[in-house]
């Protein structure tokens, strides 16, 4: 799971900066170059890795196992911890698959074709500010891992990218996580410039009484708005009542329920980006 993650984040970055990826796979020319060795861009893949190792791999320095050429592209092993995992370069440089089957342009073009929503194959549409969307549930911990993935790459890239925390619209975590996902939806919601703060304090330990008061959240606001919603999609309703459970067994949350619909969301974590679900199979 960890090294799933490890790629989500890759992933993220390297599509929205791409003009720095096109930088380091370009040998610091500030050009494209017509065909690279596989040994230069697998050094040079790695260096940029962990020059940005905070934001990429938790803080974890990666080594390189292996370069090979497989159906016409540089195939790179990589080592992190006791995980390995392989990224993918073409051989002008231009683009860097970070696993084959999602493609990342490093030279975006100005205008994008819309694609269908929940798209799942092919290469990530293009738009010209990127939409990350990360669906979880609030206490599942591979959704909290992920988080913990997604938060430097927000730091970092907030000012080049639409990017939010939406959640799964079921629950399995018994009735704590409704009432956290409810909180999070309505900071988010309303106090915004205040939510990840939160978020990072939430994802260390999850005392919410300390977050809250540690982001300086306002309650009022915040109790007034998780009572409304939770009225309004009928949540606590539908956890008294099993008979609304998803097959049986899962409570509902329908508060992002349209966007689940639309993309296909089946679990947490799931990452969407510029309305593509991003499949990491390893």
């Given at each position: ?160 990218a639409e990017m939010g925390v939406y959640f799964v619209n079921y629950i399995m ?43 300086n959240i306002d309650k009022n606001k915040m109790n007034s708005c998780t009572s ?55």
């Open positions: 799971m960890k090294r799933k993650l490890i790629l989500i984040s890759i992933i993220i970055v390297a599509f929205l900066i791409g003009g720095a990826a096109v930088y380091f796979l370009g040998l610091g020319t500030g050009r494209i170059p017509g065909k690279l060795s596989s040994q230069q861009a697998a050094d040079k893949a790695i260096n940029y890795i962990n020059q940005n190792k905070d934001t990429l791999t938790g803080g974890v320095t990666v080594s390189l196992v292996s370069v090979t050429e497989e159906n016409g592209l540089y195939k790179i092993k990589i080592k992190l911890g006791d995980d390995e995992f392989d990224s993918y370069v073409t051989k002008n440089g231009k683009f860097l698959f970070p696993l084959p089957q999602a493609g990342i342009d490093l030279e975006p073009t100005p205008t994008a074709t819309p694609q269908a929503s929940g798209n799942t194959s092919g290469e990530v549409p293009k738009k010209d500010i990127p939409d990350v969307k990360l669906f979880v549930m609030s206490y599942c911990p591979y959704g909290l891992q992920a988080q913990k993935m997604f938060l430097p790459v927000y730091n970092l890239l907030k000012e080049k975590h018994e009735k704590q996580e409704i009432d956290e996902n409810l909180r999070q939806y309505c900071i988010q919601k309303e106090q915004k410039d205040k939510y990840y703060n939160y978020l990072s304090c939430f994802i260390q330990d999850g005392d919410f009484d300390k977050c809250l008061t540690e982001a409304a919603t939770d009225q309004q999609y009928k949540i606590t309703e539908g956890y008294n009542d099993k008979s609304t459970w998803v097959n049986s067994q899962y409570p509902k949350f329908g508060v992002n329920d349209n966007f689940n619909q639309q993309y296909g969301v089946k679990g947490s974590p799931t990452i969407v980006i510029n309305d593509k679900i991003v499949e990491i199979n390893t």
